[in-house]
T-cell receptor
């Protein structure tokens, strides 16, 4: 079974609008971390936001927030007030306490912001 | 600024000619990773080091080798590159010991072209 599933290969959003990128995960480890990365066309993976499995509140970092629904095993990324520079690939990833240093990546979502 | 550096950014090699990609970090992280990423795909983990302990993924071809002479440096050697090895190669670091909350920090990547 896939550890991380991103079901949206491509998304479009109007500039200044909000957009939600979906991510579901599969783990039996009670302690895990969920991460979102942005990869522009230049290729570098940029860390955006983190959510811990024991965190009571949804993570927020500037215009990025995480809609964490633990029972549904989903960790959707919300980008508010989209900007042209947000056009990129977005990857959801997970790290489990039990498997140590391994990170599991989803297949990514390509986001295009339309002026 | 602390960072992950990869050299070169672009590498052109000939079919079958050995090539070495390098990665260095100033973060003093004890875990270093090498990923292969092909166009529009998720990064694929090749191997990682936890300090000097080498962890090879089961499906990483023998053609790929790695060396980590010290904490700061890690090398990816491709002994006989084939056309299918053309890809982006990403180096990343992470801190172990902090549990599942520790993110990865990526270098800018090396784009490898095999002629």
């Amino acid at each position: 079974a896939q550890k991380i599933t991103q079901t949206q290969p491509g998304m479009f959003v109007q500039e200044k609008e909000a957009v939600t990128l979906d991510c579901t995960y599969d783990t039996s480890d009670p302690s895990y971390g969920l991460f979102w990365y942005k990869q522009p066309s230049s290729g570098e993976m940029i860390f955006l936001i983190y959510q811990g499995s024991y965190d009571q509140q949804n993570a927020t970092e500037g215009r990025y927030s995480l809609n964490f629904q633990k029972a549904r095993k989903s960790a959707n990324l919300v980008i508010s007030a989209s900007q042209l520079g947000d056009s990129a690939m977005y990857f959801c990833a997970m790290r489990e306490e039990g498997t140590g240093n391994q990170f599991y990546f989803g297949t990514g979502t390509s986001l295009t912001v339309i002026p | 600024d602390a960072m992950v550096i990869q050299n070169p950014r672009y590498q052109v090699t000939q079919f079958g000619k050995p090539v070495t990609l390098s990665c260095s970090q100033t973060l003093n992280h004890n875990v270093m990773y090498w990923y292969q990423q092909k166009s529009s795909q998720a990064p694929k983990l090749l191997f990682h080091y936890y300090d000097k302990d080498f962890n090879n993924e089961a499906d990483t071809p023998d053609n790929f080798q790695s060396r980590r002479p010290n904490t700061s440096f890690c090398f990816l050697d491709i002994r006989s590159p084939g056309l299918g090895d053309a890809a982006m190669y990403l180096c990343a670091t992470s801190r172990a010991g902090g549990g599942a909350r520790e993110t990865q920090y990526f270098g800018p990547g090396t784009r490898l072209l095999v002629l």
